[in-house]
């Protein structure tokens, strides 16, 4: 089978990263066509900034990054410096990106990447608020059609929220973004907290990162590390959840991952649960189905799997 043309968009973002160099690490699987960046855990200059750091860090220059939006449809931009730090990429000390931002916005490079290949061959892949794929697809309806699937981080239905009680961040953000995601038709598959929330970077796993002892490695262990100091004390786990990788691990081993596929609608008005994923789960509503929601992974198998690809680069 030849590699899945997908477009990341992101916003790194530690984890981001880490999924960046998963699915960079992967070619034979993966054929990444460019990252498109959007303002999320830190503003556009930081984000667009930082995927090209990761990029570089992968020794892939060549892969082509845009800026995209750089606020939410029609809020205010909320951010998450509290978990990633002031850079978005703290941990590592990365070197400041050589290569050059295209100069094409990433909602354009989206459409004409769409436009350009027969449907059905595209999949998206969104890590964060998902503002440049909404922008997409009000901007170019006829696109709409022509994705092959949208692989994204977002959402909780048992976990509920991160940023608020009732949202998860990246949907938090954006939300009117994310109604018009959910409610394009085109297929879609989920990784909420409920799954993200089971991919925790234990110990060991962070030092399986940095035994591969590539800089790589290292890097990935010292930005998991940094972001793990939030989320113990937040959860009380054992470890950080490495949340936007599960979209890349799923498009290289999907047998890692189970799921539901269900009806599942954004919440847009309240401001108590503004956000919220309302996946049901339980098929108590004769609702259409218009997303896998995944529930459960191998955490065992998704490790071993980031640490064997990581080493590659
Ligand atoms: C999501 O929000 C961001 O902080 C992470 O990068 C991830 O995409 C988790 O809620
Ligand atoms: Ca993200």
């Known amino acids: ?28 699987e993966i054929d990444v066509l460019g990252l ?33 939006c750089d606020r939410p449809l029609s809020r205010k931009l909320v951010t998450a410096e509290h978990v990633h730090g002031k850079t978005g990429l703290d941990g590592p000390d990365l070197p400041d ?14 459409i ?22 909404a922008t997409a697809f009000q901007k170019a309806p006829d696109v709409v059609d022509k ?26 953000v954006d939300p009117e973004a994310a109604d018009i995601v959910f409610r394009s038709g085109v297929p879609i598959t989920v990784m909420p907290l409920d799954v993200t929330h089971k991919a925790l970077v234990t110990k060991e796993r962070n030092d399986a990162f940095r035994n591969i002892g590539t800089p790589v490695g290292m890097a990935v262990a010292q930005m998991t590390d940094f972001f793990e100091r939030f989320d113990k004390e937040k959860y009380g786990s054992q ?7 599960c979209v890349t691990a799923y498009l290289i081993r999907p047998e890692l991952f189970t799921g539901r596929h269900v009806n599942v609608e954004i919440e847009t008005t309240s401001e108590l649960t503004l956000g919220m994923t309302v996946a049901d789960w339980w098929r108590v509503t004769d609702r259409t189905p218009n997303a896998l929601f995944i529930g459960d992974l191998d955490a065992d198998g998704f490790f071993s799997l980031l640490t064997e690809r990581l080493a590659r680069l």
Request: glycine share 10%.
């Open 36 to 68: 498109t960046a959007v303002a999320g855990n830190v503003p556009l200059d930081l984000t667009s900034k930082n995927a090209r750091i990761i990029c570089e860090l992968a020794g892939k220059v060549d892969v082509p990054v845009f800026g995209g």
């Open 239 to 245: 470890g950080a959840p490495l949340h936007d990788p």
């Open 97 to 110: 990106p050589e290569m050059q931002l295209q100069e094409q916005h990433g909602v354009d490079f989206i």
């Open 1 to 28: 089978m030849s590699a899945r043309k997908i477009i990341i968009d992101t916003d790194p973002g530690q984890d981001d990263a880490v999924a960046i160099l998963l699915a960079l690490a992967s070619p034979d």
């Open 147 to 172: 994705v092959a699937e949208i692989v994204l981080m977002g959402g909780a239905y048992f976990e509920v929220g991160n940023i608020t009680p009732a949202a998860e961040f990246n949907i938090y």
């Open 112 to 133: 004409d990447t769409l436009r350009a290949h027969p449907a059905g061959r595209i999949t998206l892949c969104p890590l964060g608020p998902l503002t440049n794929i």
